[in-house]
Structures are given as structure tokens and as C-alpha cells.
């Protein structure tokens, strides 16, 4: 069975940082492109970052650019977030995707995470 296991969250203050890491397996991890998703509560699941499957740029959604990096490790099948100068707005369940692209944006096939917890609060 396909997995994708987050860990990492939990409760930072606000300046703090923190790691996620998405472990993958069962599937050829190095043939997704990996993004990491967030939702707040009462609020639409939101991009937060993404890497392609091997190569090519990143993508940050505007409210972390600069705070936030996106980074995978083929050899191990783990994609990570590191988390810097974190917010309280940072606050929400955040999810990591794989996807296999074929063309532009078009995927075949596509995993989600269970969703790993981040609380940023004094």
C-alpha cells in the first residue's frame, strides 16, 4: 500500500522553526513532483511550496518566500519543509502530495498524507 507519512509538527513559538518531513514508499518517489499543502481551520487547503520530481525550480506560495524552503532526497524518498521565523498565521494542518506529471500540470496519478499538525503560539 502506498504511503506518505508527515512528521515534524507540533507547537513553536512565534520566530521558531521547525522541520517536516514527508517519508514516501511503495512508488517511485523520484518520478513526483512533491508539494506541501496547508489549511487553517474554517479555512481552503492552500499551496505552500513545490519541488519537481528531479531538477527544475521550486515554488513558494507569496506568504512564505523567504521564510519557508522546500527540499526532497531521492535516495531516501523524503521530502522536507524547513520552516523558519515561523507565525502565528502559520498555524494549520499541513499535508504533503506527491504527483506524477505527464504534461505541464497534468498528473496520472496522485498520494496525499495524513496531515501533520503545526501550532505556532506564545
Known amino acids: 500500500q502506498v504511503q506518505l507519512v508527515e512528521s515534524g509538527g507540533g507547537l513553536v513559538q512565534p520566530g521558531g522553526s521547525l522541520r517536516l518531513s514527508c517519508a514516501a514508499s511503495r512508488f517511485t518517489f523520484s518520478s513526483y513532483a512533491m508539494t506541501w499543502y496547508r489549511q487553517a481551520p474554517g479555512k481552503e487547503r492552500e499551496l505552500v511550496a513545490s519541488i519537481p520530481a528531479v531538477g527544475g525550480n521550486t515554488n513558494y506560495a507569496d506568504s512564505v518566500k523567504g521564510r519557508f524552503t522546500i527540499s526532497r532526497d531521492n535516495d531516501k524518498n523524503t521530502a522536507y519543509l524547513q520552516m523558519n521565523s515561523l507565525k502565528p498565521e502559520d498555524t494549520a494542518v499541513y499535508y504533503c502530495?506527491?504527483?506524477?506529471?505527464?504534461?505541464?500540470?497534468?498528473?496520472?496519478?496522485?498520494?496525499w498524507g495524513q496531515g501533520t499538525q503545526v501550532t505556532v503560539s506564545s
Open positions: 502530495n506527491a504527483r506524477r506529471l505527464y504534461s505541464g500540470s497534468a498528473y496520472d496519478a496522485e498520494y
